[in-house]
């Protein structure tokens, strides 16, 4: 596709269940990030990818939360144990490579809502 | 990360002239300056980047201060469309995020 894509665009579930968030960034892109929005709030970074590995997790705010991407291209973002205050948008970003002039393109997130 | 500092909101009118302000007073020397903007229910969206010189593109212009310690995005003659939270974000060299503030809410009155 020619953008960031995201799934799903809408997750409703119950506290405790476990949880995949998908990113398909945009083809030839090297770095990924993932970051969440909670209602109202500006934007807060979870991690970071260039190609398979993730130099930059600092961000994760606890173990329920970690990240994997395959082939260099689609990242999947798992929360285990879903709590209420996990409930947030979902933010994927890719860019062509990690360097300060490079430009982000976001997807459209991932509503996340933990009843 | 260096921190930026926005008003929470502002106004403007359609086909004027808007003047987003930026304070980064504590920029480095090779941080670059980033702006992105949030339309509702939306990722993100790219406007404009630069380091020292004023910066021009199809979407807005970036006119950045002779000591860099604050910026200002012009959007030339305010659409509708343009209402959205601005974000001004510095990036450093040797970083490998940006790291949003709360950003500008920008109204467009028709």
């Known amino acids: 596709g020619a953008g960031v894509s995201q799934s799903p665009s809408n997750k409703v579930t119950e506290k405790g269940k476990d949880v995949e968030l998908r990113c398909d960034p945009i083809?030839?892109?090297?770095?990924l990030y993932w970051y969440r929005q909670s209602l109202g709030q500006g934007l807060e970074f979870l991690i970071y990818f260039q190609g398979n590995s993730a130099p930059d997790k600092s961000g994760l705010p606890s173990d329920r939360f970690s990240a994997e991407r395959t082939g260099g291209s689609v990242s999947t973002l798992t929360i285990q144990r879903t709590q209420q205050e996990d409930s947030a948008v979902y933010l994927c970003?890719?860019?062509?490579?990690?360097?300060?002039?490079?430009?982000?393109?976001f997807g459209s997130g991932t509503q996340l809502s933990v009843l | 990360d260096a921190k930026t500092t926005q008003p929470n909101s502002m106004e403007s009118n359609e086909e004027e002239p808007v003047h987003l302000p930026c304070n980064h007073s504590t920029i480095s020397g090779t941080d670059y300056i980033h702006w992105y903007r949030q339309l509702p229910s939306q990722g993100p969206e790219y406007v404009i980047h630069g380091l020292t010189s004023n910066v021009n593109n199809r979407m807005a212009s970036l006119a950045i201060a002779e000591d860099r310690k604050s910026s200002t995005l012009i959007l030339h003659r305010a659409t509708l469309r343009d209402a959205a939270v601005y974000y001004c974000i510095l990036m450093r060299t040797s970083g490998s995020r940006l790291t949003f503030g709360e950003g500008t809410q920008l109204t467009v009155n028709p």
């Open positions: 083809s030839g892109h090297t770095a």
């Open positions: 970003a890719s860019s062509l490579d990690r360097f300060i002039n490079e430009k982000l393109f």
